[in-house]
């Protein structure tokens, strides 16, 4: 029988050094490890995280009695767990408790059913995505705001990497793009310093300084604003200058104008509903008029996984892409669920890491597994990221191998 004979949570560090949970998890014959990432700007909606202990102490002593001798069927575990907690933000067992359980489940399955973890997701049947194929990589390459001693005008500034064709071109590309980002900073003279997500982090307050860096090492650019880091008052504060609504999307629109910015993540603050719709409209009529893609306006902090601010933010046409991370909404059913309406409302997903990460490498598969069209993962210059980048080369050898 498949059922399940042993769950038990553990202490240990994440990227940051900072305490997270890994849970463990087996049936007869199988052995199963997942753990949690933690974020640093994190959204007014996600689900709670409870401090470690107390959520290593819910998943040893509330969780594990209930599980033991359970069929590990993750959409049966997960609405247990949903169940067992009780609260609309998973704040009774917390976030990361419930999470490490549920992806160690998911992943317990897809060893019973004796298939790789992506192609376990995709037989789950739920997810839907017409893009076939691989995610294109979008990777953190300035780490500034939240993630960074240094200053930099936004929070993340990322190279936006391959086509959906293969995995092991883009990877190498960004490492010879890395190589050549650091000399250009060497030789500027800059002062840098690594960021919490493998990039480099630098002071500044010119705002077009980062683009005119990386424009002239590659031509697909993302960022992060992580809009509610620095909204104020009912304005935004951006390197010491207040800007109105109106005035951030005039800059958006000369950034993406003037640069090769093809997605623009968390533009405002979690609950400035309008002025998300605003940008988006302005992106789509410059993707007429350009005759170009829509730039992407990526909901993170917005939308945080969950399928009912999706719904919500489809509804009011306030972006174009959804951020997907697990752990904003902590089990695998409803991040699935969250995957699902997205694909299906026509919008693009990134599936992405979190700041504070571990070594488990499960968002490679997630991003494979429903199509997604992108990952987000940082650089592979941090172990707990290359793990990232490494499982998606096998799934690549794994795919060909196939075929
Ligand atoms: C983000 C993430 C990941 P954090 O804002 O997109 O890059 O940061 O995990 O700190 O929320
Ligand atoms: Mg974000």
């Not at 992943?107 to 192609?119: D, G």
């Not at 050549?180 to 300084?209: H, N, R, V, Y």
């Not at 979190?354 to 997604?372: K, N, P, Q, Y």
Request: one cysteine or more; a negative charge.
């Amino acid at each position: 029988m498949n059922t399940i004979k042993k769950c038990k949570a553990y202490k240990i560090k994440d990227s940051r050094g900072d305490e997270t949970l890994e849970v463990e998890m087996s049936s007869n014959g199988h052995t199963v490890w997942a753990s949690v990432p933690a974020g640093k700007s994190t959204g007014s909606r996600e689900a709670v995280a409870l401090p470690v202990d107390e959520a290593v102490w819910n998943v040893n002593r509330v969780i594990s009695p209930e599980l033991i001798g359970k069929k590990a069927d993750v959409f049966e575990v997960d609405d247990l767990l949903v169940s067992l907690d009780g609260t609309e933000n998973k704040s009774n067992l917390g976030a990361n408790a419930i999470l490490g359980v549920s992806l160690a489940t998911l992943k317990l399955e897809a060893k019973i059913a004796n298939q790789p973890l992506w192609k376990h997701i995709q037989s789950l049947g739920h997810p839907v995505s017409k893009s076939v194929g691989f995610p294109r990589l979008f990777v953190n390459v300035l780490n500034g705001g939240a993630h960074a001693k240094f200053r930099l005008p936004f929070q993340e500034y990322m190279f936006v990497l391959g086509n959906g064709m293969n995995v092991a071109g883009p990877i190498n590309q960004l490492q010879t793009l890395f190589e050549q980002l650091k000399k250009k900073l060497e030789a500027e003279g800059k002062e840098i310093k690594m960021g919490d997500e493998g990039g480099f982090s630098f002071e500044s307050d010119d705002i077009e300084e980062p683009f005119n860096i990386l424009s002239e090492l590659h031509d697909k650019l993302a960022i992060d604003v992580a809009g509610g880091e620095f909204f104020e008052n009912g304005e935004y504060n951006v390197c010491g200058q207040k800007y109105s609504l109106e005035k951030l999307s005039n800059l958006y629109e000369l950034l993406v104008k003037k640069y090769p910015l093809i997605s623009i993540e968390d533009p405002f603050a979690d609950n400035d509903f309008e002025a998300f719709a605003f940008v988006t409209k302005k992106m789509r009529d410059y993707g007429v008029i350009s005759q170009k893609e829509d730039v992407l306006v990526v909901g993170d902090d917005l939308t945080t996984t969950n399928p009912q601010m999706i719904a919500k933010a489809v509804d009011g046409k306030l972006i174009n892409a959804v951020l997907i991370k697990p752990n904003q909404i902590g089990t695998i059913s409803e991040t699935l669920k969250a995957i699902k309406m997205t694909h299906e409302a026509g919008l693009k997903t990134i599936i992405s890491h979190r700041s504070g990460e571990t070594m488990d490498s499960f968002i490679a598969d997630l991003a494979m597994g429903v199509g997604a069209f992108g990952l987000k993962a940082g650089t592979m210059f941090q172990s707990e990221r290359k793990e990232k980048y490494d499982r998606l080369l096998e799934i690549e050898q794994e795919v060909n191998s196939e075929k």
